[in-house]
């Protein structure tokens, strides 16, 4: 074939190309308008024009069918996991050990008190920065779930390097943490709560006050949220 005529064929092409293109299009916009006015037909679907009056510039809302979430698996956020691993393994399925601890306000919280309410106990210090980092987490968390839900307390041990002074100076500079904070003395917990070999560290514990899991390293609101909701 020709260089001439094998410009033609594809001139054509294009041009057919475009033409169906082109015809597509029109055809969508064509079914869009010409989809029949039920309140003109005055049908038993037809709207009341007074309710259907829409401020000028406004647009009106398309109906969404959310898709039902998928089931959120602990394994798969475990190995997701970047800054935290699951931690006092030998205690999960095991009843919580019960204890009452008096936080910075002079409040007092026991455990076994908060029974048909999920809580996690966070243990952290004012030296750790990874507990520092995780503290907008767990406010946004306590902010974001009510009180009837999750039951959020702050556990710091106290040691000549974290003492009980610089835990209420670090919370009264730290006024966004919303969640009761307790100072308490390692031996005066039960295990698992007395040795803590990381921090930042976890237990979620369910309404049945079993220990559901455990963690220990830094873990993000959207993990939080998520072994909550797996758990």
């Known amino acids: 074939m020709s260089d001439k005529n094998h410009n033609r064929v594809s001139l054509v092409t294009a041009f057919l190309a475009a033409l169906m293109i082109s015809l597509v299009i029109g055809a969508g916009c064509k079914k869009k308008t010409e989809e029949p006015n039920r309140t003109a037909q005055g049908g038993p679907e037809a709207a009341n024009p007074e309710q259907t009056a829409m401020a000028p510039g406004q647009t009106p809302t398309p109906e969404v069918n959310e898709p039902d979430e998928p089931e959120v698996k602990l394994r798969d956020i475990i190995m997701a996991a970047r800054y935290w691993e699951p931690g006092y393994t030998s205690w999960i399925g095991q009843p919580a050990p019960d204890f009452t601890l008096t936080d910075l306000d002079g409040r007092e919280h026991r455990l076994s008190g908060y029974r048909g309410k999920n809580v996690v106990l966070v243990f952290w210090a004012t030296w750790c920065r990874p507990c520092r980092m995780e503290i907008p987490h767990l406010v946004e968390l306590r902010n974001t779930t009510g009180e009837d839900e999750l039951v959020i307390l702050g556990i710091s041990h106290i040691t000549p390097r974290n003492p009980e002074e610089k835990i209420s100076s670090f919370v009264a500079e730290n006024k966004q943490m919303n969640y009761p904070v307790l100072a308490a003395k390692a031996n005066s917990m039960p295990a698992p709560f007395k040795v803590i070999p990381g921090l930042p560290s976890m237990f979620f514990i369910g309404a049945d006050g079993k220990i559901k899991f ?18």
């Open 214 to 231: 455990g963690s220990m390293g830094l873990v993000s609101l959207g993990e939080l949220r998520s072994i909550l909701k797996a758990i």
